[in-house]
Nanobody, 124 residues
Framework: QVQLVESGGGLVQPGGSLKLSCAAS????????MGWYRQVPGKQREFVAQ???????NYDDSVKGRFTISIDSAKKTVDLQMNALQPADTAVYFC??????????????????WGQGTLVTVSS
């Protein structure tokens, strides 16, 4: 099975920076894309940023110019550098990946995976 493990969340003051990291483990043959979503209690999970296996990136308008996503397809890792953080960025951040991976004997498929989430709190 595939697992996504996130790290790097925490408490930061407005205007500060944090870096989130996510590592995928398992028998993975190909990374289609990896990215980040976030969710505030009571609201739907929303897209933040994504990078394809070849390095093409995409950002939500709310984070453009402040957040930078970087992917290492060989290592199956994705980072999110978050600068100029605002209270509105407070949320649980989830790593997301679409991977071709082995799910067991003779079972290789492309599937979407989610991490457990890491809390980012922006407050003074």
């Amino acid at each position: 099975q595939v697992q996504l493990v996130e790290s790097g969340g925490g408490l930061v003051q407005p205007g500060g920076s944090l870096k989130l990291s996510c590592a995928a483990s398992g028998i993975i043959f190909r990374v289609d894309h990896m990215g980040w979503y976030r969710q505030v209690p009571g609201k739907q999970r929303e897209f933040v940023a994504q990078a394809t296996g070849s390095g093409t990136t995409n950002y939500d308008d709310s984070v453009k110019g402040r957040f930078t996503i970087s992917i290492d397809s060989a290592k199956k890792t994705v980072d999110l550098q978050m600068n100029a953080l605002q209270p509105a960025d407070t949320a649980v951040y989830f790593c997301n990946a679409q991977l071709e991976a082995s799910l067991g004997s003779h079972d290789i498929r492309v599937s979407e995976w989610w991490g457990q989430g890491t809390l980012v709190t922006v407050s003074s």
